[in-house]
């Protein structure tokens, strides 16, 4: 492979604000695995957000580049799984398996699609030096007629539709909206675009912990749940920022709260004999560290905290929650799902013609 910007390059970063900003290009915020692509005629690499190879779990699109990419290029994008309900993340997951077979399987029940937004090179052209406006125009020109595996994301300078977009989208899985300076240039690593995401909160239950990994006596996450209509509590992820002393003081008072699983709600060890995918969430690994144990100290579902979420994924906060406050006046039984809000569904074709 002999590119003008060859492999690895991390991609350009973004940070959050509050609010979207004037003059800029805004996009959707794609809610997928980021990926640079290289290629070079036939030979295909796509790289992730920490420089590692993605190609061997995503064989179809490393085939659809060499059929609707221009031959020499090296794209900044997302890779994306749309479902029936909008961007499946869930379904992007799977496909980190060290199997060959069960990716390849996974590659034709639910194939990926690529979102590209940016243009580091183009035959032998270095674009990293030139303005977004002028990046974008040549990935529109270089991926014309392009699909229906790779897509080009919309793009606006009105700020008007921005806002438009961060209202709409979120119903089809999207978390936001990215603004772009239309004179930077393409800056690898550097936050230099700006990021808009959905702020919300919820009052969830404190039901277990996990230790930190500096010892036994401090917290390290705080294990949250829901309740259901049918008054089963749900597990709906997690909280672990803390500064250390409020680890240590956490785990001195959260001592009176521990019991033993044949009195919790999330009895996950008796489950996982008939529900394997239950072991690996909870008990047995992490799909992206193998070695990282998951397992936690039961508590007794009666303390209340308030967190700050972006977005859900499923019946689960799609990232780590962040502490907000404690709610002593808060009964546990009264943290449902009832509380969060529902996005309007959007269709992800409505975005993107062709895709889902």
Same mark, same amino acid.
């Given at each position: 492979?002999?590119?003008?910007?060859?492999?690895?390059?991390?991609?350009?970063?973004?940070?959050?604000?509050?609010?979207?900003?004037?003059?800029?290009?805004?996009?959707?915020?794609?809610?997928?695995?980021?990926?640079?692509?290289?290629?070079?005629?036939?030979?295909?690499?796509?790289?992730?957000?920490?420089?590692?190879?993605?190609?061997?779990?995503?064989?179809?699109?490393?085939?659809?580049?060499?059929?609707?990419?221009?031959?020499?290029?090296?794209?900044?994008?997302?890779?994306?799984?749309?479902?029936?309900?909008?961007?499946?993340?869930?379904?992007?997951?799977?496909?980190?398996?060290?199997?060959?077979?069960?990716?390849?399987?996974?590659?034709?029940?639910?194939?990926?699609?690529?979102?590209?937004?940016?243009?580091?090179?183009?035959?032998?052209?270095?674009?990293?030096?030139?303005?977004?406006?002028?990046?974008?125009?040549?990935?529109?020109?270089?991926?014309?007629?392009?699909?229906?595996?790779?897509?080009?994301?919309?793009?606006?300078?009105?700020?008007?539709?921005?806002?438009?977009?961060?209202?709409?989208?979120? %119903?089809? *899985?999207?978390?936001?909206?990215?603004? @772009?300076? $239309?004179?930077?240039?393409? #800056?690898?690593?550097? =936050? +230099?675009?700006?990021?808009?995401?959905?702020?919300?909160?919820?009052?969830?239950?404190?039901?277990?912990?996990?230790?930190?990994?500096?010892?036994?006596?401090?917290?390290?996450?705080?294990?949250?749940?829901?309740?259901?209509?049918?008054?089963?509590?749900?597990?709906?992820?997690?909280?672990?920022?803390?500064?250390?002393?409020?680890?240590?003081?956490?785990?001195?008072?959260?001592?009176?709260?521990?019991?033993?699983?044949?009195?919790?709600?999330?009895?996950?060890?008796?489950?996982?004999?008939?529900?394997?995918?239950?072991?690996?969430?909870? %008990?047995? *690994?992490?799909?992206?560290?193998?070695? @990282?144990? $998951?397992?936690?100290?039961? #508590?007794?579902?009666? =303390? +209340?905290?308030?967190?700050?979420?972006?977005?859900?994924?499923?019946?689960?906060?799609?990232?780590?929650?962040?502490?907000?406050?404690?709610?002593?006046?808060?009964?546990?039984?009264?943290?449902?799902?009832?509380?969060?809000?529902?996005?309007?569904?959007?269709?992800?074709?409505?975005?993107?013609?062709?895709?889902?």
């Amino acid at each position: 492979m002999q590119l003008p910007v060859m492999p690895p390059v991390p991609p350009m970063l973004s940070k959050s604000v509050p609010a979207i900003p004037a003059e800029a290009s805004y996009e959707p915020k794609w809610d997928g695995f980021r990926s640079i692509l290289f290629r070079d005629g036939d030979e295909v690499e796509l790289g992730s957000r920490n420089e590692r190879p993605l190609t061997r779990y995503f064989p179809e699109l490393a085939a659809a580049a060499r059929a609707e990419l221009p031959p020499r290029c090296v794209i900044d994008g997302e890779i994306v799984i749309a479902g029936a309900h909008g961007l499946d993340f869930d379904a992007l997951q799977l496909r980190m398996h060290p199997a060959a077979s069960r990716v390849r399987m996974l590659a034709g029940q639910t194939p990926a699609a690529f979102i590209a937004f940016d243009l580091l090179a183009l035959d032998d052209t270095d674009y990293t030096g030139r303005p977004f406006v002028e990046r974008r125009a040549a990935l529109v020109d270089a991926m014309a007629g392009s699909g229906p595996t790779f897509h080009i994301t919309p793009a606006t300078t009105d700020l008007a539709t921005a806002q438009r977009w961060f209202d709409e989208f979120e %119903g089809a *899985g999207l978390d936001g909206v990215v603004a @772009k300076p $239309l004179d930077g240039h393409y #800056l690898p690593g550097k =936050r +230099v675009m700006f990021k808009i995401k959905h702020a919300r909160t919820a009052d969830c239950v404190v039901a277990g912990y996990r230790l930190h990994k500096s010892g036994d006596d401090a917290i390290g996450s705080l294990l949250l749940g829901l309740y259901t209509d049918d008054g089963t509590l749900a597990s709906v992820g997690v909280i672990g920022s803390f500064p250390m002393a409020t680890r240590r003081r956490l785990f001195t008072e959260l001592q009176s709260l521990a019991t033993t699983f044949d009195h919790h709600p999330w009895n996950w060890a008796a489950q996982a004999a008939a529900d394997p995918e239950l072991a690996r969430r909870y %008990g047995g *690994g992490s799909r992206w560290n193998a070695g @990282k144990d $998951l397992s936690f100290v039961p #508590l007794r579902p009666e =303390r +209340v905290v308030e967190v700050r979420y972006d977005h859900m994924e499923g019946a689960r906060f799609r990232h780590t929650a962040q502490f907000n406050r404690w709610r002593p006046d808060r009964d546990p039984q009264s943290c449902t799902y009832e509380q969060l809000e529902r996005p309007v569904l959007f269709r992800l074709g409505d975005i993107v013609p062709g895709l889902g």
